[in-house]
């Protein structure tokens, strides 16, 4: 081993430690859209300053997943049917793309990390809970992206990254019917991948998308309804 071989380690700031728990927090599924984040028990629970929590929420605002109420407060974002039909249009673009890059690759090492991720969302949804298949469906789209080889579209999907999670984070926790049904949703596209089917694994991608992005715009509708 030469030093070659060590990373430098990462030092986070005590702002980044609140900013990624209260992120995690808000995409575990638990917090419903809208729901109220106040500062003084979110700071306590944290063992925080509100100085540095108020820092925290700006960042998650500018990555559209809470949102400031002048004069009220803090609040997790609300999707609305417009919110989603932007997201999964954006989506089903960049990771259809994405898909048939990633399966016309011929490395091994691609078709590896690809089938990796669809397993880990296997077993999160055979055995656990649901903040487990919401990060592990997450993952596998983002196992999409990264193995597209596409630097430039990798860099356009992290602008909305958070986004997407909470959006992922509602469909799962709101709108879909159960593990079978994430798994079944993602089998398609799954096996168009690995086959190494590059225009049916962007045709399934983009199906994914729209079919996913239309139950969670029906569910809304009805809700404020």
């Known amino acids: ?76 974002a609300t999707l609305t049917g417009g919110d989603v039909w932007e997201i999964w249009t954006l989506r089903g673009s960049l990771e259809s793309l994405a898909a048939r890059l990633a399966a016309q690759r011929p490395e091994p090492a691609v078709r590896e990390a690809l ?35 596409h630097r430039r579209l990798a860099a356009q999907y992290a602008i909305v990254e958070q986004q997407v999670k909470l959006y992922i984070a509602t469909s799962n926790t709101h709108v879909a019917t159960g593990p079978a049904d994430i798994i079944e949703q993602h089998r398609p596209l799954a096996t168009a991948l690995l086959a190494g089917e590059a225009e049916a694994a962007g045709r399934e991608a983009w199906l994914h998308n729209e079919s996913e992005g239309r139950r969670l715009m029906d569910w809304l509708e009805h809700r404020v309804s």
């Open 1 to 76: 081993m030469t030093l070659a071989d060590l990373r430098p380690v990462a030092r986070q700031s005590t702002e980044s430690l609140v900013t990624d728990s209260l992120r995690n927090y808000i995409l575990s599924g638990k917090v419903a859209p809208g729901e109220r984040l106040t500062e003084i028990a979110l700071a306590e629970q944290l063992g925080v300053a509100r100085a540095t929590l108020r820092t925290a929420l700006h960042r998650l605002t500018s990555e559209g997943i809470v949102v400031q109420i002048p004069y009220t407060g803090w609040q997790v």
């Open 115 to 149: 089938r990796a991720a669809h397993l880990a969302l296997l077993a999160a949804c055979e055995g656990g809970g649901l903040k487990d298949m919401i990060a592990a469906d997450f993952a596998l789209h983002r196992a999409i992206i990264d193995n597209s080889g």
